[in-house]
Every structure is written in structure tokens, then in C-alpha cells.
């Protein structure tokens, strides 16, 4: 076992992002394995906008959880590989409304069976004792009823 590992619970972020790491290597490997040009990282925007276009870039930024500045570098990225349009929202000009290219929908047709398989590959990793999703469904709920610096703030001024 390395420190990491016997860290326990002081490592999590750590454990987390190397479990998602992990996944996105390979996620990508799967994509590429079926001869489908498509990066891991794209896959919030893509399937967001499959289900819900369009949407303005903060619309967005809010329904995957990204901050704006990354939401906007993941659709130049998208924007530049032709998968995504934009155009100004014609109630406010100020606002861009990002909706899927053919490309992106041409793109999506070709990913689903691929997506039916990782998830239900997703599924078995994930499906043990500690229920791996639904652990982080309840680790995010109690993040968003008090946020970890709250709750280390509270914990230091109550010593």
C-alpha cells in the first residue's frame, strides 16, 4: 500500500482525482477503440447540450458544475473542432446561445451504443458494497448544505 492509500480520509481529493483519472484514460481509450475521435473532457458539454439546447454559456457553466472560465475553454475547444454552434440570444445581445453542430449531433448518433456500454461497465465498477454513485450523492448533498471550508471554519472555532 502506498502513503496515499494509508492516508485514509485525509487523501480523498487525492484518491478521487486519480480514480478519475484513471476513468478518463481509459474512457478515452474505449472512444478511440470504436474509432470515435472524442475527448473525455467533452463530455459534460456534449451530452448536457444533447439534452438541452440551447443554452446560454452560463446556463451551461451552472448545469455541469464547472466554473465559466472552464466552461468557455471546453467550447472554444468545441467550437474550433465544429461540434458546437453559437449565436447571440436575440432577447439580449450580450448573451451567446450554444446549441450542437450537425457535426456534434452526427457525433452523438455514433456515440450512444458506445455510452450504453460504459455505463453499464460504469455500473459493475461501481456497483459494491459502498455503492460508489450513490457515496457521491450523498458526499456532494452534504458539500451543498455546507460547503468543507464551512465546515473546517466551524470545527476550529468550536476547539
Same mark, same amino acid.
Given at each position: *500500500?502506498? $502513503?496515499?492509500?494509508e ?20 474512457? #478515452?481509450?474505449?472512444?478511440?477503440a +470504436? ?7 467533452? +463530455?459534460?458539454?456534449? +451530452? ?14 451552472? %448545469?455541469?458544475?464547472?466554473t ?7 467550447? /472554444?475547444?468545441l467550437?474550433? %473542432?465544429? *461540434?458546437?454552434?453559437s ?9 451567446r446561445l450554444?446549441?450542437?453542430?450537425? /457535426? ?6 455514433? *456515440?450512444?451504443p458506445?455510452? %450504453?456500454?460504459?455505463?453499464? $461497465?460504469l ?10 454513485l450513490?457515496?457521491?450523492?450523498? #458526499? ?12 473546517t471554519?466551524?470545527l476550529?472555532n468550536?476547539?
Open positions: *500500500m502506498n $502513503v496515499i492509500n492516508s485514509g480520509i485525509l487523501a480523498i481529493s487525492t484518491r478521487l482525482q486519480r480514480l478519475s483519472e484513471q476513468l478518463r484514460k481509459d474512457g #478515452a481509450l474505449v472512444y478511440k +470504436f474509432d470515435i475521435d472524442f475527448e473525455p473532457k467533452w +463530455f459534460p458539454v456534449i +451530452f448536457t447540450l444533447y439534452h438541452k439546447q440551447p443554452l446560454s454559456v452560463v446556463e451551461l457553466a451552472n %448545469e455541469i458544475g464547472y465559466h472560465p472552464s466552461t468557455i475553454s471546453l467550447l /472554444k475547444e467550437e474550433k %473542432e465544429k *461540434m458546437i454552434i449565436k447571440k440570444d436575440k432577447q439580449d445581445e450580450r448573451k450554444i446549441g450542437l453542430a450537425p /457535426k456534434g449531433l452526427e457525433l452523438i448518433e455514433k *456515440m450512444k458506445v455510452w %450504453e456500454l460504459i455505463s453499464t $461497465v455500473g459493475e465498477i461501481a456497483d459494491n458494497n459502498n455503492h460508489l450513490k457515496a457521491i450523492d450523498e #458526499a456532494e448533498e452534504k458539500l451543498a448544505n455546507q460547503s468543507f471550508l464551512q465546515r471554519l466551524q476550529k468550536t476547539k
